[in-house]
């Protein structure tokens, strides 16, 4: 079947460290994958998106990575602080286009003092 | 407005009920998406808007659910017949495209149902 997975196991780190969040898919070919950040009681809000050409995509602290032979993306903090904490979630457009996007479950990242 | 307006905020209803959520997109954003959130799972897609096209209706439930948007602007979900598994919270998102992916979804705060 067609789906997406992430750890639903809360991640939890120390201040500081980098905290890496995974992100696989099957029996996708998307052309883009986006990584959205929510708080408890709120809407997810939008991070970064990195597209099936590029590797690598930085914007300030956060790194994501794309492998579509592995069909997995990687998304890194670093210097890692307590306000980073809340669920991370990645989503893909399964039409390659750019229609819908699908979500998976997302992964609760919670960084202590 | 600044952002996606979702109203209410929360809603408790009786089962067998009907109800309407609303969702006013950001002005400009010709595209405009429903999903719900069950209490810890992801988002599951519901429906999609994309200016003067037939909606995609492809993640709707089933019959007792349907959306409508009105002069590509506003768009009002209901859910008729209230079930409590139709508990959940309902995000509505806009973008703007043909800008393409690269600014994502802006979501509302959600809509929380409670069917008693």
């Known amino acids: 079947s067609q789906k997406i997975e992430q750890n639903s196991e809360a991640l939890n780190i120390q201040e500081g460290k980098t905290a890496t969040l995974t992100c696989n898919y099957t029996n996708y070919s998307p052309a883009y994958l986006q990584w959205y950040r929510q708080d408890p009681g709120r809407g997810p809000v939008f991070l970064l998106l990195i597209r099936e050409n590029e590797k690598e995509k930085r914007k300030e602290r956060l790194k994501v990575t794309f492998d579509t032979t592995l069909k997995q993306s990687l998304f890194h903090i670093t210097a890692s602080q307590p306000a980073d904490s809340a669920t991370y979630l990645c989503?893909?457009?399964?039409?390659?286009?750019?229609?819908?996007?699908?979500f998976g479950a997302g992964t609760r990242l919670a960084v202590h003092p | 407005g600044a952002g996606v307006s979702q109203s209410p905020s929360n809603k408790v209803t009786e089962k067998g009920k009907d109800v309407e959520l609303r969702c006013d997109p950001i002005?400009?954003?010709?595209?405009l998406y429903w999903y719900r959130q069950s209490l810890g799972q992801g988002l599951e897609f519901l429906i999609y808007?994309?200016?003067?096209?037939?909606?995609?209706k492809s993640g709707l439930p089933s019959d007792r659910f349907s959306a409508e948007r009105t002069g590509g602007s506003v768009s009002t979900l209901t859910i008729q017949r209230t079930q409590q598994e139709d508990s959940a919270v309902y995000l509505c998102a806009s973008s703007l495209t043909p800008g393409g992916p690269d600014y994502g979804y802006t979501f509302g705060s959600g809509t929380r149902l409670t069917v008693v």
């Open positions: 808007f994309q200016g003067n096209s037939a909606p995609d």
């Open positions: 989503a893909l457009d399964p039409s390659g286009g750019y229609n819908k996007l699908i």
């Open positions: 002005s400009g954003h010709t595209a």
